[in-house]
């Protein structure tokens, strides 16, 4: 699914951004601590509203009422994951979060930065399995530094 972000502004944080992510391809958004990249992840998934320009998804607009529908295409790893008591079964490994957004077949991957730092296996396991999903399609919007083959970082 391709994903387009026009003229895209939030708060003080982002402003104008315009990017256009199409089938297979994955994108990422890097920048220092604080810089919007989950600002920006959380209005892809309609989490939070912007304040000027529009997102599509397959060239429908992405609105608060429209929100819903797009992120059953979605797999989410967020870059905080507070899980409640009694829930122990859930996994809170970001290897193992990322693994399970890639096994779910969604055809959009939303990927948020780990909050630490992978050793060299984790991050060569996150980059592996973000290749597969993007040779079966899925276009992925990551937080982040990837160096993956075919990554466009802005």
Request: hydrophobic share 40%; charged share 15%; proline share 7%.
């Amino acid at each position: 699914m391709m994903i387009e972000l026009h003229d895209v502004t939030i708060g003080q944080l982002i402003k104008g951004l315009s990017a256009t992510v199409d089938d297979g391809q994955t994108v990422c958004f890097s920048g220092a601590q604080g810089a919007g990249k989950t600002t920006l992840l959380r209005a892809l998934l309609g989490f939070i509203p912007i304040d000027g320009g529009h997102i599509s998804i397959d060239g429908e607009l992405l609105t608060p009422q429209s929100a819903p529908y797009f992120r059953r295409f979605m797999a989410y790893v967020p870059q905080h994951l507070s899980v409640p008591d009694g829930y122990d079964k859930v996994p809170t490994d970001y290897v193992l979060l990322v693994q399970q957004a890639v096994l779910s077949g969604k055809p959009i991957l939303v990927i948020d930065e780990p909050p630490y730092p992978l050793d060299d296996n984790a991050h060569e396991a996150v980059e592996r399995l973000l290749a597969q999903a993007s040779q079966r399609g899925a276009t992925i919007v990551a937080a982040g530094a990837l160096t993956t083959p075919n990554v466009i970082c802005l």
